[in-house]
């Protein structure tokens, strides 16, 4: 029998390599807020990972920041197209799936700049018609920003994130 772990941890795939800078665990605050909601602040923790295959795994939670309680999830893939775009699919509990296309921008910063193809939402789900992401990696600090269009709102500002690493 092999004494080889199923955990080991492969090399990146070399489709990724431009988007390594994406990968670990990352902690922090955010803030949102929309015209039919009261504003909030929360706490989240981002996973970013790898396989060896040409794809990041991607996983969020958060809670909220003044009474601990869960509030947003959501988990996906970051799918390179090249090296100067991405592709993103991102499932909610709440019922939403976004499928997103995007450009990427490696220099100093890493930038990733996304806007929606399809957003789905189940029979029961809040109504949510576009969603555009905007994620920038410095060094150990990543930011994004998130808009959306939902509940019959035009695309607007729901949600600011910074966040750093905390293991790679
Ligand atoms: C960090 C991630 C997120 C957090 C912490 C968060 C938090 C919240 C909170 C606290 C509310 C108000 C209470 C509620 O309806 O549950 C809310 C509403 C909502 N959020 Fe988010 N959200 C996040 C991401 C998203 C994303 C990515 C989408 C859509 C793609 C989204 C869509 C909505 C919708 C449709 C509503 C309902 C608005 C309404 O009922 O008027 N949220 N969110």
């Known amino acids: 029998m092999s004494s080889e772990s199923p955990c080991s941890s492969p090399p990146p ?3 990724i ?3 390594v800078a994406l990968l670990g665990t990352w902690r922090g605050r955010g803030r949102g807020d929309y015209p039919t909601i009261d504003d909030f602040e929360y706490l989240e923790e981002v996973t970013i990972g790898h396989v060896g295959k040409p794809f990041l795994s991607y996983a969020q939670k958060t809670r909220d920041a003044h009474t601990d ?3 947003h999830a959501e988990s996906g893939y970051f799918r390179p197209v090249g090296v100067g775009e991405v592709e993103l699919v991102v499932a909610q509990p709440s ?4 499928l997103h296309t995007g450009a990427v921008t490696a220099g100093q910063e890493l930038r990733l700049e996304l806007a ?3 957003v789905h939402t189940t029979p029961t789900a809040k109504s949510v018609t576009e969603v555009t992401r ?3 990696i410095a060094g150990d600090t990543m930011h994004y920003e998130v808009a959306m ?3 019959g709102q035009p695309l ?3 949600l600011t994130a910074t966040l750093q690493r905390i293991t790679d």
Do not use: F, M, R, Y
Request: hydrophobic content about 45%; overall charge negative; cysteine-free.
């Open 156 to 158: 607007q500002h729901h």
């Open 116 to 118: 929606t193809l399809h």
């Open 17 to 19: 390599a431009h988007l």
């Open 134 to 136: 905007s994620i920038t």
């Open 13 to 15: 795939h070399p489709d």
């Open 69 to 71: 309680l869960p509030l």
């Open 149 to 151: 269009a939902a509940v």
């Open 95 to 98: 019922g939403i799936v976004e």
